[in-house]
């Protein structure tokens, strides 16, 4: 028998909802002193080019301000990703958390498919189903490319290299923006899903009660 949510599990999660929230705000700050892609938007028609977020959306007082924001926002951000991913391997945790697809691609279709109401039956009961499993370990692989774009645009010169299979500082900056873009879609279905299952919103505050 396991709770459901254990404490590192739900402390990490409730730093991320404010750390996000201020993290995409204050780059959108940052995003306005040069509101463009470079080249390649004007090849591949990218859309924002050129958009100046609202106010209401952005953090911080210019740039100096919203940068100051963004790299304190981000290394929390980062420190607490390390947090849980020591916590969930060393626990074992992540067997039940992380998408694995010889067990989890089935289920991943007929969850999808029955929230589409083109299946009847729901996929057999399980701590997470396959779609879940799918959306958090993709919601993590994208923290990765926004840790990694960020570091490319944060030091062109000395990350230079690291820089290159993004396409160099504009193809960073458009990865790292339209990074932003997908987890704010992840943050929506998250929220949605929570509202469909309304108990998991309670097992993160309290962690729920043991089951197998």
């Known amino acids: 028998m396991r709770t459901p949510q254990p404490w590192p599990v739900r402390i990490t999660h409730w730093i991320n909802v404010p750390a996000l929230v201020l993290m995409a705000m204050s780059g959108l700050q940052i995003f306005i002193a040069y509101p463009h892609f470079g080249p390649a938007a004007n ?4 859309p924002f080019d050129g958009w100046i977020p609202p106010e ?3 953090s911080g007082h210019g740039l100096a301000a919203g940068r100051g924001i963004h790299f304190l926002i981000g290394w929390l951000l980062v420190g607490n990703a390390v947090v849980y991913l020591v916590y969930v ?3 074992g ?8 697809p010889p067990r989890d691609t089935r289920s991943l279709y007929q969850t999808a498919l029955h929230y589409l109401r083109i299946r009847r039956q729901p ?10 499993r799918a959306a958090y370990t993709s919601a993590m692989l994208l923290g ?5 774009s960020g570091l490319v645009v944060y030091k062109p010169v000395q990350l230079h290299a690291l820089g290159i299979p993004l396409g160099g500082y504009d193809g960073a900056r458009t990865v790292h923006f339209f990074g932003l873009i997908a987890l704010v879609f992840f943050v929506i279905g998250h929220i ?9 919103l309670g097992e ?9």
């Open 144 to 148: 990765i490319l926004e840790v990694w």
């Open 192 to 200: 949605v899903m929570v509202l469909l299952h309304p108990r998991s």
């Open 204 to 212: 993160m505050v309290t962690g729920g009660k043991p089951r197998e």
């Open 89 to 91: 391997i060393a626990s």
């Open 93 to 100: 945790e992540y067997r039940r958390r992380f998408f694995w």
């Open 56 to 58: 209401s959306v952005r």
């Open 43 to 46: 090849h591949w028609n990218l």
């Open 123 to 132: 996929p057999t009961p399980s701590f997470y189903n396959g779609l879940q």
